[in-house]
T-cell receptor
Framework: GENVEQHPSTLSVQEGDSAVIKCTYS??????FPWYKQELGKGPQLIID?????GEKKDQRIAVTLNKTAKHFSLHITETQPEDSAVYFC?????????FGDGTTLTVKP | KAGVTQTPRYLIKTRGQQVTLSCSPI?????VSWYQQTPGQGLQFLFE???????NKGNFPGRFSGRQFSNSRSEMNVSTLELGDSALYLC???????????FGQGTRLTVV
């Protein structure tokens, strides 16, 4: 089955700096790659997603890149703010089944 | 538009008992997936239901089962509870196959 590895497990940055989280996947059939943000006491919430026919997608301060050949995708957050502090999960999906990475705890220090 | 609703929010059960968790998806969403979230194992896929049929299944023992009703509401059942079943159980609904999943707040199950 699909295997998704996510790095780093924890990330601490200064407010205003950029943060990068990387994921690799094993199943070349995966064609949908969402990123979720989970705040304490809440369920994960989609922040950005990308499909396998696209290499990069951007939404304000958040961007995702996908390298299908290398089977890895990354989340980039620029100009980080304290409210960006949360756990971030990547996922790889095929035929409706999503496999999640183990999560990255991002701390943005003011 | 109401979000995904999971009930109850918190549950304490004793080893050996069984439990039923409920999930009401976003109106119009026919796909409901269930996940188990633990600190050590992350988010683990349990199963997905679409139009009352189980479409995908994760690697969990047969003690974990689910069903979906004609109104798309879903329940999951865990029988013969073990201490290791203590976790946050999340439900997510989707409008299509590979589309955004909307998660509920989860049910926190503690087995003592």
């Amino acid at each position: 089955g699909e295997n998704v590895e996510q790095h780093p497990s924890t990330l601490s940055v200064q407010e205003g700096d950029s943060a990068v989280i990387k994921c690799t996947y094993s199943d070349s059939a995966s064609n949908y790659f969402p990123w979720y943000k989970q705040e304490l006491g809440k369920g994960p919430q989609l922040i950005i997603d990308i499909r396998s026919n696209v290499g990069e997608k951007k939404d304000q301060r958040i961007a995702v890149t996908l390298n299908k050949t290398a089977k890895h995708f990354s989340l980039h957050i620029t100009e980080t703010q304290p409210e960006d502090s949360a756990v971030y999960f990547c996922a790889a999906s095929v035929a409706g089944k999503s496999t999640f990475g183990d999560g990255t705890t991002l701390t943005v220090k003011p | 538009k109401a979000g995904v609703t999971q009930t109850p929010r918190y549950l304490i059960k004793t080893r050996g008992q069984q439990v039923t968790l409920s999930c009401s998806p976003i109106s119009g969403h026919r796909s409901v997936s269930w996940y188990q979230q633990t600190p050590g194992q992350g988010l683990q896929f349990l199963f997905e239901y679409f139009s009352e049929t189980q479409r995908n299944k994760g690697n969990f023992p047969g003690r974990f089962s689910g069903r979906q009703f004609s109104n798309s509401r879903s329940e999951m059942n865990v029988s013969t509870l073990e201490l290791g079943d203590s976790a946050l159980y999340l439900c997510a609904s989707k409008a299509g196959v590979n589309t955004e999943a909307f998660f509920g707040q989860g049910t926190r199950l503690t087995v003592v």
